[in-house]
């Protein structure tokens, strides 16, 4: 197979032999690389004004003319929309088309977009550009195009599947992610998109990512369906050392919970576009870790050699969890990470960043491995990630999960049999599974609970749930100093054999 070299992104390149060609992700690798021998470039802005300085609002009002979809006169069940520049998407991406014979520039053009109330002349918008792109694909009717996928900013990137809305976000790579020094955002600053064959299931994408420490190419093969998947291979090259590499970073909302209710009254039990962070380790073991919107930035790390995957969860989807018919929390996706191939020794890693609204992401979660690869020498990181409502597949079918955390008040029933509180703060978790609802109701399981030096463990009790046909755990504990956090951990065996999930847990600082 003859490959076809990159020259020159305004170059179009065409390529008509007797023989074949391809364009690869060893095209893109290869200017990647190339780009992380030199320092690095930083983009400039092209924005006037008053494309710059526009509120929220006003970006909204640039849509792009649904009429020119881009195939949209092709036999492709595949379309795609292009995002305008304004606000913070202040400097333009390339956009690049891979036919059976060449590859060629998608140039801007202003008649792709209306403008609504958005004041401006032809000359300051001729030389604009694209901000990014969307996915279009008939994935709930045949007959109608739905927008899947987005690539807008950075390096970031949302998917869906069938019935889903958009939630939580993937993101190419994460550098020094809550790092004192402040995080590095890389960008994705070219892309080539692959023209589908009439009858092709997935779309294939490729992208070259710049930083001042990174470089990296990345091909995307997304496939939607009732989960859509969305394959990833990155070859990242590293300009100078970076103190934390975030490997497959995922980007969500937690707000509040069940296990950490508002502070305010409002109608919602929730609101979060994630309530829990899964990780099934090398060795088997699967982690459980609610979810905190706390009042400091927490960073809690887990040690796993060749993870088997790790994602942000909605655990949950019944409506009456959430209440919102406007923003539909109950639709909104989890996002799962399957590395393929070993990915060594390193941890995940969970970041929680206070927010004080719904509009804020503010958790972030990725793997970090335990030895970065040295300036200029190449990573190669492959896995698949799934967008899906299906958190029941998010398990070994052999252990119980945790369907539910919910956090209350500690009280200790009187002989009058009315509830004293005592101080304490109790944890209700409830297990459930399919293997552990065969088991008969008086099967004695019994709680393995740990807690941190910051706290002391008043009550760990469990008994068997006749509504979700699985098993309660209650827990009830004293914090020590309000000021600092509380780690716990629980899970319930049946004699020596460890029966569910790790419940891992940490009690935000109170103060």
Avoid: C
Avoid at 155 to 163: L, P, T
Avoid at 298 to 309: C, I, K, M, N, Y
């Amino acid at each position: 197979m003859r490959k076809l070299r990159w020259v020159s992104a305004a170059v179009v390149l065409s390529l008509y032999t007797s023989g074949s060609w391809a364009f690869s992700i060893d095209d893109v690798a290869k200017q990647a690389k190339e780009m992380a021998g030199k320092s690095f470039d930083a983009p400039k802005s092209n924005l006037p004004s008053q494309f710059r300085e526009m509120k929220f609002a006003d970006y909204q009002q640039i849509q792009f003319n649904h009429d020119k979809a881009y195939w949209g006169k092709l036999r492709t069940p595949f379309k795609l929309e292009f995002y305008h520049q304004g606000m913070y998407f202040d400097t333009p991406v390339k956009l690049n088309e891979v036919t059976a014979t060449s590859v060629r520039e998608i140039k801007y053009n202003p008649d792709y977009f209306t403008f609504g109330n958005v004041k401006h002349d032809a000359d300051t918008v001729k030389n604009l550009g694209f901000a990014g792109f969307k996915v279009l694909y008939p994935i709930n009717h045949n007959d109608k195009s739905d927008e899947i996928a987005s690539w807008l900013g950075a390096s970031y990137f949302r998917v869906i599947g069938a019935g889903q809305v958009y939630g939580l976000s993937a993101r190419g790579l994460a550098i020094d992610t809550a790092l004192p020094s402040g995080e590095e955002f890389p960008r994705f600053k070219e892309y080539w998109i692959e023209r589908p064959k009439p009858r092709d299931k997935h779309l294939v994408i490729y992208a070259l990512l710049d930083s001042p420490r990174a470089t990296g190419a990345y091909r995307f093969v997304l496939w939607p369906g009732k989960e859509s998947k969305v394959d990833v291979q990155a070859k990242v090259y590293l300009r100078d050392k970076v103190g934390k590499l975030g490997v497959a970073p995922l980007t969500s909302m937690f707000l509040f919970g069940s296990h950490q209710p508002s502070t305010v009254t409002n109608f919602r039990p929730a609101l979060h576009d994630s309530n829990g962070l899964s990780i099934h380790a090398g060795n088997g073991e699967w982690i459980w870790r609610p979810l905190n919107n706390p009042r400091h930035l927490a960073v809690s790390t887990f040690t796993v050699e060749d993870p088997q995957g790790f994602g942000l969860l909605q655990r949950g989807r019944e409506f009456s969890h959430y209440q919102d018919l406007d923003d539909r929390y109950d639709l909104r996706p989890s996002g799962w990470v399957e590395p393929v191939g070993k990915w060594g020794k390193g941890h995940v890693e969970l970041v929680e960043i206070p927010t004080g609204d719904e509009t804020n992401d503010n958790i972030v979660a990725f793997w970090s491995p335990d030895t970065p690869p040295e300036p200029g020498k190449e990573m190669d990181i492959n896995y698949r990630l799934y967008f899906t409502r299906n958190e029941d597949k998010m398990h070994s079918p052999d252990t119980a999960w945790v369907k539910q955390t919910l956090r209350s008040t500690g009280d200790v029933k009187q002989a009058n049999l009315v509830r004293q509180p005592d101080g304490s703060i109790a944890f209700i978790i409830d297990y459930v599974g399919d293997e552990m609802s065969k088991l008969p109701e008086d099967t004695p399981l019994t709680p393995q609970v740990s807690v941190g030096d910051n706290g002391e463990l008043v009550e760990s009790s469990v008994r068997y749930n006749p509504v979700t046909k699985g098993w309660r755990l209650v827990l009830r504990v004293r914090v020590k100093e309000a000021k600092q956090p509380l780690e716990m951990r629980a899970a319930l065996a049946n004699g020596d054999k460890t029966l569910t999930e790790t419940w891992s847990y940490q009690l935000p600082a109170n103060e």
